[in-house]
């Protein structure tokens, strides 16, 4: 939990600097300063950082927390994208329902929830995409009682 409010708190502060930079090779120069932390936190969060900006897969690699290099790397990446495929680059079942929920979100497309195992992830999915295409309707596909009302009044 501490390690995830620090990669968020470096995530701003990092984000702040790297949105000033004009050039491909400024973004070198953050790299190598990635490379010099110390705290792997602070690491990950640079990595992090410089994959979602340049949309770079590679970079993810160099993220060492495993739930970061998945659900915050390259889920964001695919979600960004609007690329599935990225999805199957994630081993743990749950976290790559959640980049299918992303992609879903992102695409406006059902029939990628279909495609969730996790059942409240799928339920969240439906959820999404009801609330992204402005179509009550979906909701009904939810399952759970709680997540199927949130859906609803997400439309009121």
Known sequence: MKNGIIILLLLVLVSGCV?????DEDKIIQLSQCESMHDQAAKDACYL???MEGHNLQLCNSVQDNYSKAVNCYARIAEIGKNLSICNRIQKQDWKDDCYRFVARAKHELSICDSIATSYIKDECYKDVAVARADASVCEKIQMTEIKTDCYKSLA
Do not use: D, S, Y
């Not at 949105?19 to 050039?23: L, N």
């Open 19 to 23: 949105g000033q930079m004009p050039a």
């Open 49 to 51: 950082q410089n994959a």
